[in-house]
């Protein structure tokens, strides 16, 4: 559905992202893992079109990216960044419809039916009754979970989070990936928490000094020998009930 395909990006001569292709499973939720500084939101703003590869090309259902119009993208495809905006002067309302602006005609108001999708989307988040609040007054939390609801208001095909979980607090983290497993998007979502990837996630993809350096389940991946090399940290690394690596980072 989104791939990239052999991707670099380089800035004053220093490669970002160097060589990468990621093939994120259908309707599966892939962890975009690495240290600080590894790629990881360079790789999701050049998949949503954000910034360009120097080279390589982003896929979308087969199709070079460059050739597919904003608005055929747009309903295609949502981003969430890991710094939402916080200077909007809009209703929490107002910026959720947003979300809706690709699927209907050009300068077409907002419907009925648009309007009762955006409070549902706010009562899924756990925002009931918000939608009045101004954009700017949220708190940290309150406005990622927002943004999170106007990217899954948009009903996109691929789903790109860069650190969605940065604000919020763990019943939240569970709730937000709960809701990721249940929705049919293909998730790709840079995370720094690795017991959540290992949870949630179907692929996990991990990227080291621009590199990809490993792409598989949680448990081909997460191993010690992989986490110390990339992370330099010890982990003990066993496995659940469910299969799923537990990891134990040693203080
Ligand atoms: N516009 C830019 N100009 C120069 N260097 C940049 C630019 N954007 C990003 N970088 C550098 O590219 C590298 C990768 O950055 P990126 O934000 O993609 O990493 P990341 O894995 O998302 O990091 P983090 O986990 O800290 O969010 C970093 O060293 C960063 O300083």
Same mark, same amino acid.
């Given at each position: 559905?989104?791939?990239?395909?052999?991707?670099?990006?380089?800035?004053?001569?220093?490669?970002?992202?160097?060589?990468?292709?990621?093939?994120?499973?259908?309707?599966?939720i892939?962890?975009?893992?690495?240290?600080?500084?590894?790629?990881?939101s360079?790789?999701?703003?050049?998949?949503?079109?954000?910034?360009?590869?120097?080279?390589?090309?982003?896929?979308?259902d087969?199709?070079? *990216?460059?050739?597919?119009?904003? !608005?055929?993208? &747009?309903?295609?495809?949502?981003? %969430? /960044?890991?710094?939402?905006?916080? @200077?909007?002067?809009?209703s929490?309302?107002?910026?959720?419809?947003?979300?809706r602006?690709?699927?209907?005609?050009?300068?077409?108001?907002?419907?009925?039916?648009?309007?009762?999708?955006?409070?549902?989307a706010?009562?899924?988040?756990?925002?009931?009754?918000?939608?009045?609040?101004?954009?700017s007054?949220?708190?940290?939390?309150?406005?990622q979970?927002?943004?999170?609801?106007?990217?899954?208001?948009?009903?996109?095909?691929?789903?790109?989070?860069d650190?969605?979980?940065?604000?919020?607090?763990?019943?939240? *983290?569970?709730?937000?990936f709960? !809701?990721?497993? &249940?929705?049919?998007?293909?998730v %790709? /979502?840079?995370?720094?928490?690795? @017991?959540?990837?290992?949870?949630?996630c179907?692929?996990?993809?991990?990227?080291?000094d621009?590199?990809?350096?490993?792409?598989?389940?949680?448990?081909?991946?997460?191993?010690?020998?992989?986490?110390?090399?990339?992370?330099?940290?010890?982990?003990?690394?066993?496995?659940?009930?469910?299969?799923?690596?537990?990891?134990?980072?040693?203080?």
């Amino acid at each position: 559905m989104i791939e990239a395909q052999n991707i670099t990006r380089r800035v004053r001569g220093r490669a970002l992202l160097d060589d990468v292709t990621l093939t994120p499973p259908a309707h599966a939720i892939t962890g975009l893992l690495g240290p600080n500084g590894s790629g990881k939101s360079t790789l999701l703003r050049i998949l949503a079109g954000l910034q360009r590869p120097d080279h390589g090309r982003v896929l979308v259902d087969g199709a070079d *990216r460059a050739t597919i119009p904003r !608005r055929a993208l &747009a309903r295609r495809i949502a981003i %969430v /960044t890991q710094h939402v905006p916080a @200077d909007v002067d809009m209703s929490v309302r107002d910026v959720l419809l947003l979300a809706r602006i690709p699927h209907r005609p050009a300068l077409a108001p907002a419907t009925m039916d648009d309007h009762r999708r955006a409070e549902e989307a706010l009562d899924a988040a756990g925002l009931p009754g918000i939608g009045d609040r101004r954009w700017s007054q949220l708190s940290g939390g309150e406005r990622q979970r927002a943004d999170i609801a106007r990217a899954l208001l948009q009903d996109p095909a691929v789903l790109l989070l860069d650190e969605p979980t940065n604000h919020l607090d763990i019943r939240h *983290r569970l709730a937000l990936f709960h !809701r990721l497993r &249940a929705s049919a998007s293909t998730v %790709v /979502t840079a995370l720094h928490d690795l @017991d959540l990837a290992a949870a949630f996630c179907d692929h996990v993809a991990l990227l080291h000094d621009g590199r990809l350096i490993a792409a598989g389940t949680p448990a081909e991946v997460l191993t010690p020998a992989t986490i110390r090399r990339v992370y330099q940290v010890e982990a003990d690394v066993t496995a659940g009930d469910d299969g799923r690596p537990r990891i134990r980072v040693v203080p």
